[in-house]
């Protein structure tokens, strides 16, 4: 069984550039969180999605945006970006909603480095 | 806003020797899970406590929910090579609020 997909696995942008993140979740799996894991702040969420709709948003600026399609592929998208932007990206899926009591399954995320 | 505070922040121990991490919070939690992840990998999950005073094991490594749900340990026995690695835990609210603690970064040597 395939896992979750994340791609591209590195990407270097500059500073006011915007950015496409792309997220497979596991077969079978509707949900897909977001999360930023950088040294200082440890792992952020960020939002998840649930059948196509934001079920859950995490405390970031609306220049962190996403969506999920009909089959439950997700996208992020970061525009006007910072330095401070400079992270790794998780995507993670689940069964179900309510990620508190789902197993959560992730992917090995997008290194975004902003020059 | 939640806190997850975690400690050691990090831990470098010898073969064969045990050890125990903590995870605590003024916070209560539905729920809370533990999550090792290695470097250039995503976290993967190792277990998910939901009942205070819940003691869940996992071969070598033992995980207890405090009775007051704000708190938890991970203890491994034992220690190997391949435990080492960065480890998460994560509280999530009565509100669906998901947060990671900052991680204790394990080193195992041989």
């Known amino acids: 069984k395939a896992g979750v997909t994340q791609t591209p696995r590195y990407l270097i942008k500059t500073r006011g550039q915007q950015v496409t993140l792309s997220c497979s979740p596991i077969?079978?799996?509707?949900?897909v969180s977001w999360y930023q894991q950088t040294p200082g702040q440890g792992l952020q969420f960020l939002f998840e999605?649930?059948?196509?709709?934001?079920?859950n948003k995490g405390n970031f600026p609306g220049r962190f945006s996403g969506r999920q399609f009909s089959n439950s592929r997700s996208e992020m998208n970061v525009s006007t970006l910072e330095l401070g932007d400079s992270a790794l990206y998780l995507c993670?899926?689940?069964?179900?909603?309510?990620?508190?009591?789902?197993?959560?399954?992730f992917g090995d995320g997008t290194r975004l480095s902003i020059l | 806003t939640q806190l997850l505070e975690q400690s050691p922040q990090f831990l470098s121990i010898q073969e064969g020797e045990n050890l125990t991490v903590y995870c605590n919070s003024s916070?209560?939690?539905?729920?809370l899970q533990w999550y090792r992840q290695e470097p250039g990998e995503g976290p993967v999950l190792l277990v998910t406590?939901?009942?205070?005073?819940e003691v869940k094991k996992l071969k070598r490594l033992t995980f207890q929910f405090g009775d007051a749900r704000k708190d938890s340990s991970l203890h491994i026995t034992a220690a190997q090579t391949g435990d080492t690695g960065l480890y998460l835990c994560?509280?999530?609210?009565?509100?669906?609020?998901?947060?990671f603690g900052p991680g204790t970064r394990l080193s195992v040597l041989p």
């Open positions: 994560a509280g999530a609210d009565y509100g669906q609020n998901f947060v």
């Open positions: 406590v939901v009942t205070g005073g």
């Open positions: 999605y649930f059948s196509e709709t934001q079920r």
């Open positions: 993670a899926s689940s069964l179900g909603t309510g990620i508190s009591n789902q197993p959560q399954h």
């Open positions: 916070s209560v939690f539905s729920s």
């Open positions: 077969s079978g799996h509707r949900s």
